[in-house]
């Protein structure tokens, strides 16, 4: 059953050796999701399931591997504790190698914890079937969700300004908020893609996870610096 649950964004940008000059400016955001990864702590769980978006399905053992050497930087990380357990070709999708820095960071990672990428398209009713299955593999389950709304909210936005990406996000906002499992469920999937929001497939899966948990939503930071929506929150 799911006990609590952390949606987080996913930018590179958020690891300060990555963002470098630019590091100052999403310290509120680090400083959001360290709060939301201290409620998975607070709860306790007996497994740990981080969830983002990847370019292929697929599951990543406790001890899978990551690299931010392709955004210029030298720094490794590793998901979790334990020993490596995944081929070396199983590279984490940057989307968990920022969850893997996060829990690193926080020291949050003390569940057995296990990673799972999920690449588009995927369609809702998947996503939320995905989220009943990891629910129901434990007793105590926390979920750890990678995702960033849309990708079009200014000019200089990485997809261009679109008049829908400020209504897309504050939907989602709102879903996050209270969590309001049916929200998330019903979002659009295809004008999620149009608006390049990576975090969709990931927050149904959070949908589908959460049936009849009965869990209360707090969101703790929403803005689009870079013209993207980053939106942090915790459900307990």
């Avoid at 009943?132 to 909210?153: N, P, T, Y």
């Avoid at 659009?188 to 390049?196: F, G, I, N, S």
Wanted: glycine share 10%.
């Amino acid at each position: 059953m799911l006990v609590a649950a952390a949606v987080c964004p996913c930018p590179p940008l958020l690891v300060p050796e990555v963002a470098a000059g630019a590091a100052p400016e999403l310290a509120a955001a680090r400083d959001a999701c360290a709060d939301a990864l201290g409620v998975l702590a607070a709860a306790r769980p007996d497994r740990l399931v981080v969830v983002g978006a990847a370019e292929h399905d697929g599951p990543y053992p406790e001890g899978s591997r990551g690299s931010f050497r392709g955004f210029g930087v030298d720094l490794d990380v590793r998901l979790g504790r334990g020993g490596d357990t995944a081929s070396p070709e199983a590279r984490l999708p940057a989307s968990l190698a920022v969850a893997a820095w996060l829990l690193e960071r926080t020291g949050r990672a003390d569940a057995p914890l296990e990673g799972l990428g999920v690449a588009e398209p995927i369609a809702a009713e998947r996503c939320i079937h995905i989220g009943r299955d990891i629910a129901g593999s434990a007793e105590r389950v926390a979920l750890l969700v990678m995702g960033d709304a849309s990708a079009c909210r200014t000019l200089k936005a990485p997809g261009y300004l679109d008049d829908r990406a400020a209504g897309f996000d504050a939907r989602v906002a709102r879903a996050l908020a209270d969590a309001d499992i049916a929200a998330l469920k019903a979002l659009d999937t295809q004008l999620a893609r149009e608006l390049k929001a990576s975090g969709r497939a990931p927050w149904q899966i959070l949908a589908g996870a959460a049936e009849d948990a009965g869990l209360a939503g707090s969101l703790l930071y929403d803005d689009a610096p870079y013209g993207v929506g980053y939106l942090v929150a915790a459900w307990s």
